[in-house]
């Protein structure tokens, strides 16, 4: 793993190059609340989860490494995960894709939090996220995984083949999502926390704020899971 600084931004970056076909994530933290922009790289094509911040700190990275970006994908409709998929978007003609059940998130930007956040444009996705549907993000088949609980329209993305799942802000190193903001409901994200449970120990998990983890390791130690 690779941990260095963007220069001419305040994104911190890592990477980790997964499987024998060498996909390679690369883990932006961005924003005022830290959350984890994920660039998603296979075979000279790009996806990125969660552009939260800094829309020209992550076309700096993906120039850096010479892929074009083809999706863009929201785990979420918080404005700490959205806020520059607006400017992303336009300035790549990548394809967005975000579940509609948080559609309502994406339009409010007339809030105090989206404001502060960076969210002064509605996000129009280009196409919907729909659970059990496979999303081909950077070449690589994932399964959309809808989670709702955090918001309505909550989803983790899933590979069985490379084993690795993100978690947005459903599932974290030792914590789970936070349901009592507005649209949040507990019982519903106990429900989608016990579905992540059937999958395999071994499954790598890159949530959207803090340190990456694994199934098997949250089930063993995470008290709130
Ligand atoms: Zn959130
Ligand atoms: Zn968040």
Redesign the pocket.
Known sequence: MVLCVLRGSNARMSEQVRGTDKMRIITLSVGSIDTNCYIVIHNGDACVIDPGAEANGIIAVLAGQQVALQNILLT?G?A??VAAAVALKRLTGAKLFAHPADGYLLRATDNEIAKMLGLTEAVTPDAALQDSATVSLAGVDFTVLATPG??PGSCCLYSAAEQVLFSG?TLFRGGIGRSDLPGGDAKVLARSLARLKQLPPDTEVYP?HGPSTTIGRERMSNRYW
Do not use: K, Q, R
């Open positions: 979420h918080h700490d995960h955090h918001t802000d959207g």
